[in-house]
């Protein structure tokens, strides 16, 4: 049975370090606030000029460098982002260039803050199928860009940043012990747009939008789900709770992230949270965290992670990973 293995990781945060204080000198809010119902102390904006696919390539030389990996390797290029840097093509292909790759097929997927669990299963799928042998899978955004800098409710929960991992197809024995993703869970419901989008679009407004969000409507639903999916994807390997090395969450709110660990009986140290630092990076922030944790040396070959993710969509979803 095919399994799809890490090889390595890497990520990206551009320089420029905004702190809450420093948002308070623009809108009505306080660095108090933003801990308190959060946990974000900073994040990093982009510079005039950087753009999302600029996030991800350096990302996904690092990881490429991590996995001892050449671009020539690769033959899939997946990339998460709700931020591409054109409306077409995909952002992925300015990727593929950058790096030089010219094998195999790059294109993005559009799954907003679940767009890195939506990212490795589709490569797992691919990997699985024969389609590819070597995948680059990349969550990257600029949410800066499409933030309403004077709705105090969002712009103080996001930041830019990109992260990425190398898969390859490897012969496994189908268990549950063997390295490489074991299982994903996918959902969407298109009934929530309303809670959480962007008010533009080439299609509908020929404009880009900015992000609308009724955040405490996202909040019970973040809860919910999470747990629903954490369990489903779970089930599917016959694991428990019991058997998590680490959780790596969608980081958007430590007050979801704490619950969620608490519902799966893991204690605090198993939960890796960077949202304090990056705050919520949509589609990079799972592959941000994962990187700092790998990189720190707390996620190790062998352990079992599972990442999971709810965002716009609402799309939500859950992979579990022997690293
Ligand atoms: O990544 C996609 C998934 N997104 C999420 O998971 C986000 C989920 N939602 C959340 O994380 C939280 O709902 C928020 C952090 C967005 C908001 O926290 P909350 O505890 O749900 O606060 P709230 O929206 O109910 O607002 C409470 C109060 C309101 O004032 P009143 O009506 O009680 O007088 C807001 O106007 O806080 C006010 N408020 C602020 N005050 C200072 C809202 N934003 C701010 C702010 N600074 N930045």
Redesign the pocket.
Known sequence: MIRSVVHGCGAYLPQRVVTNDELARK????DE??RQ??GIRQRHIAAEGEFTSHLALKASERALAHAGLKASDLDLIVLATATPDETFPATATRVQSALGMTNGAAFDIQA??AGFVYGISIADSMLKNGLASTALVIGAETFSRILDWTD??TC??FGDGAGAVVLKAEEGKGLPADRGVLANALHSDGRQHDI?YVDGGPSSTRTTGLLR?E??E??KH?VVNMTAVVAEVLEKTGLGPGDLDWLVP?Q??K??IDGTGRKLGLSSDQVVVTVDKHA?T?AASIPLALDTAVKDGRIKKGNLVLLEG???GLAWGASLIRW
Do not use: E, P, Q
């Open positions: 809108v009505d809010t306080s606030w933003i119902r959060t907003v803050c105090r409710a103080v929960l959480l969000m955040g405490k996202v909040f973040a969608h958007a709110n007050r979801i919520n949509s709810i965002g716009g």
